[in-house]
Structures are given as C-alpha cells and as structure tokens.
C-alpha cells in the first residue's frame, strides 16, 4: 500500500500545495515502486510519478494513484516537472531538501518555474511513523535475518576468517530471501570488537569477544541486529562487561514509549553504563531511527532533539569499547507504541560461548 493519500493529508500541516519527492527512499517508500531515477509530485488534488523508459512500463503496472508519465529521450527531468507544474498551476513545490545535492538544487532553480520550498520536516514525518503493514515488512526483514545469522553459527571458529564470515553471511540471506544485504556486516574478532564501526579483516577470528553487525534489504526494508558472542570462556570482567551492556539495553527499551524524547532514553540506558564505571567508553547514541534505510532521521543519543512518536522504530543498541582489548555491543530494533514498545528481535541474547 502506497502512501500518496498520507502525503497528501500532510501538504496543510506545511502550508505547501503540492510536494516533490526525489529521494530514491522516499519515492520507494511513497509509491512502493523501487528506481534509480524519478520524481514524485503530489498536490492537494492530483499525483503524478515521472520516470524514464527504463522503468515506465513496470512503473505503470506498479504505481497506483498518480499518473505515471515518461520523459521522453528529448526531455530532462526538469522539463518534466516543469510541465506539471505548470499544466497544474502549481507555482510553489516543496521539495525534499535532505536529498537534492545543491548542483542538482541549482539545476531545478533555473528550469523549473515554480518557487521551490525546503519541506524534507514532510518527507521525515511520513517515514518515521510506520503503519502496521509496514511493521509486517520490518518483520520479515528481521526474520530473514536471524535465520541467516543462526545459519552461520555452525561455521564459526578460529580457523575461518573474519572476511570469509562476513561472506557467507551475506551469502546466506539472500538465499533465504533477501534482496540484497542492508549494508556491508561488520565482522570483528578479539582486540578489534573495540571498533564500533570495524572492518571484516582476513585475519583469523581469534579467541575472545566477536562482534556481528548485519541486516538485510528485503520488500524495501532494511533490518539491523548486532551481537557479540565469545570464542572461549571469557574472564571476569568481559562477563562484568557484557552484563551492563545487556542491563543497558534493557533499561533504554524500559524507557521507550510514545512521545519520550530521545534524549532520555538515551540517558537511561546511558546510567547503568556510567555507573557500572564505563561511561567513557560508550561513546555514540542508544539507538537511530531505521526503515527504508539503516539510518533514518530520528535519534536517540544525549544530543538529540527527537521526540519519538508513537509508530516510530528504532534501534537499541548500547555499547561498551575499551580500545585495544575488546568491545560488546547488543542491539535490537523496536517499534514504539503509545505506552511502551514492540522489541521485533528474537535473537538470544544470552551470551554465547563457543
């Protein structure tokens, strides 16, 4: 189900006639149709999809509510669009701004004849409340992923390399039923789990944390799980370690319900970590928003300003990083309700020693 009609319901709340959306995102999440290349306008009345011939014929058999038109191997976009515009008396177009590189920005000023209005607060709206029937996509995606990350347990020992991990896990969710990985896993092992954001290396997994970070795309949505296992039995305080990370997380999830900010959650989760003696050492937020992409606008860290609306989801993910020994992270994704949330990961998170 497209979201055309729920664009339209919003155009009064930002005090624009009509709204343009390019970002490839937030058309897919508009009309449900994936392309590289395209442009969204929706007035108060009517809708309109602008593709080029690589995509038209799918797109008309897809695209549902708008008029679905071609530009012609003589036109560019902007000719396009400036026809509608014009066609439709439209003379002011918000557009989305968090999208548009500025060259494009100037392209548009000097062909489209139209006053072009930053509204990229719409498209945010739109996509950080999701409907039930986006949460059932959300979930498949989730689902394909914890299969395929129980697929490669097996596999797991010191005598494969972190690379080779990483690629049968992306080997794995498409055979189960992704269309493509949500980003590029992070498959780390011993001293370098320090690193939030580490690279799959061809060294040896090695004795010690090991962090993976995955998720998939499927439908157009995009999961996103971390776990941290052990490869031999940790000592006192990786096991001190892993239990505040895992108290942190609850507590953050405790917190969650609709209309908190993202600040205080944060802040939750945050306190069982600096009163556990580790504060310094977590240093990015609780959790981003997630949807069409792995990262969307909403927040929740100490420096946000996000309130998190009922519908909304979110990632939990706290973590702890003591450089160059080793880090734990735990993160699941959840969908905010009006008095508390919905943790869509199945996944154990008791910690697993192998």
């Known amino acids: 189900m497209n979201n055309i009609k729920r664009i339209r319901e919003l155009l009064p709340n930002h005090s624009i006639p009509a709204m343009m959306i390019t970002g490839s995102a937030s058309r897919l999440h508009a009309t449900c149709f994936s392309s590289s290349a395209g442009a969204l306008i929706v007035s108060e009345k009517d809708a309109w999809f602008i593709v080029d011939s690589r995509y038209i014929e799918a797109a008309r058999a897809a695209v549902t509510d708008a008029h679905v038109l071609l530009v012609s191997k003589n036109e560019t976009f902007p000719d396009s669009i400036n026809a509608v515009l014009k066609d439709n008396g439209l003379s002011r177009v918000g557009f989305d701004d968090g999208a548009v590189m500025y060259a494009t920005y100037l392209q548009w000023k000097d062909k489209i004849e139209a006053e072009l209005i930053p509204a990229q607060k719409l498209v945010n709206e739109l996509r950080n409340v999701k409907s039930r029937n986006d949460l059932d996509g959300m979930i498949n995606a989730q689902r394909i992923s914890e299969k395929s990350f129980e697929d490669i347990l097996p596999l797991i020992s010191t005598d494969i390399t972190e690379k080779e991990l ?51 795309r499927a439908e157009g949505w995009v999961s996103d799980t971390t776990r941290t296992l052990c490869i031999g039995q940790p ?98 994704t959840i969908y905010v309700t009006e008095d508390g949330c919905e943790n869509i990961t199945k996944l154990a998170k008791k910690l697993l020693v192998l």
């Open 235 to 332: 000592d006192e305080e990786m096991t001190r370690v892993y239990e505040t990370v895992l108290k942190a997380q609850a507590a953050g999830i405790g917190a969650v319900r609709g209309g908190i900010s993202g600040r205080d959650v944060d802040a939750a989760a945050r306190k069982v970590i600096e009163d556990a003696g580790y504060g310094e050492c977590f240093g990015h937020g609780f959790g981003h928003g997630i949807g069409r992409e792995v990262h969307e606008p909403l927040r929740a860290s100490p420096l946000s300003d996000d309130d998190l609306p009922a519908g909304s989801m979110i990632t939990a993910e706290p973590g702890v990083y003591l450089p160059g020994r080793y880090g734990v992270r735990i993160e699941d």
């Open 166 to 216: 990483a690629a049968e896990l992306v080997y794995r969710m498409q055979k189960n039923g992704a269309d493509d990985k949500g980003f590029d896993p992070i498959v780390v092992s011993g001293p370098r789990t320090s690193l939030p954001h580490g690279v799959p290396t061809n060294e040896k997994i090695c004795k010690g944390f090991l962090t993976i970070d995955f998720g998939v």
